[in-house]
């Protein structure tokens, strides 16, 4: 464990009232930094919205880069938490895939500030950015390498086409989910996922 | 034409010196917003990169935030150059998207900036970002539609196909052109391009 990791422990809730105070801030903070970007948003502008006092937050985080940093993980793991047990749910591979992608969609339309904020971090905190998407990626490829064992895809699946997969969604979510959501999500999922079939399904 | 517009022209430059100078600014404004973002970059930044004076800038731009949309239309019109002629050189609709890919990550590779500065778009000036993506999305569409008429595509290849397509460059671009650029770019793009052939090439 890093020093960063020890201090940050320091700060983690110990109660469920603390737990309560700590989501609201990063809710909050969503808002914040979603409405006026990282530069514009402020610490007061997080209480405020939280309608918590300035001392609660310094309780639970160190600076507005720490809020900043804790935010991008939890939303990172917010799209990993909503799209991982529907994923569960697939018949295979591909199906797998179609619901990733579908379960995303539906993501981005309900929160819609979760691009700003992704991107926002390529500029803020650059290792938070690489992680998130590092670690999606590394999802996928691990569920395409589990499929291929399986047989639902070519045998010859690697992070190329986890990174390929990955940066469709992330376009499809832009472009289907955030600026225009009037074409039905499980249309652009299924045309989607046709191209993924027949690009990775197994040909025999 | 806006009135926007009609100030913009006004600063055109009338002679090739003005050109050169012109030139040489967006290159310098590469340079310092890639490194130091546009928060923390500077007109004097720039003109001292720019080896210009400050009367110079002014002559040629109204703003940080002027040159700023400047740069990204010039970026966004810099990879459609470098990419067009390359991709006019296909054999067929197919080839045509894996050369695309291909020219774009030796670009990428060459213009590790580039990213830096269409991201931050999204928060300096949105406009210039959507057209960005947009104009990259239509063209690719425009594309597809002509290798669907011609017969070296699907029929059915749509606005998805192209956001698809465009999303999966992006991300291998960051992936395999500025991240990490140890793996040949002709084998990336042939992997990501089998999965495209596959994926919307005529079956029949």
Redesign the interface.
């Known amino acids: 464990m890093s020093a960063g990791e020890a201090a940050k422990d320091d700060k983690a809730p110990r109660t469920a009232r603390g737990e309560r105070t700590r989501r609201a801030l990063l809710s909050a903070a969503a808002a914040e930094f979603g409405e006026k970007?990282f530069?514009d948003g402020s610490i007061s502008g997080i209480t405020r919205r939280a309608g918590c006092a300035l001392g609660s937050f310094y309780t639970y985080f160190d600076s507005k880069d720490d809020i900043f940093r804790a935010l991008v993980n939890d939303m990172s793991g917010q799209v990993r938490d909503y799209v991982s047990p529907r994923i569960a749910q697939a018949r295979d591979g591909i199906d797998a895939e179609r619901i990733g992608l579908l379960s995303f969609l539906e993501f981005a339309r309900a929160h819609k500030e979760i691009?700003?904020i992704i991107?926002?971090a390529?500029?803020v905190d650059q290792a938070a950015y690489?992680a998130h998407?590092e670690n999606t990626?590394s999802r996928m490829a691990a569920r395409l390498a589990n499929a291929a064992a399986r047989g639902d895809v070519r045998a010859d699946v690697?992070e190329?086409?986890a990174?390929?997969?990955?940066?469709?969604?992330?376009?499809?979510g832009?472009?289907?989910g955030v600026?225009d959501d009037s074409r039905p999500a499980d249309e652009?999922a299924a045309?989607?996922n046709?191209?993924?079939e027949?690009?990775?399904g197994r040909?025999d």
Chains 1, 2 share one sequence.
């Open positions: 970007g530069h691009y700003r991107d926002e390529e500029f690489r998407y990626a690697e190329v086409h990174w390929a997969i990955m940066g469709m969604n992330v376009f499809l832009l472009r289907y600026w652009v045309i989607a046709a191209l993924v027949r690009g990775i040909s």
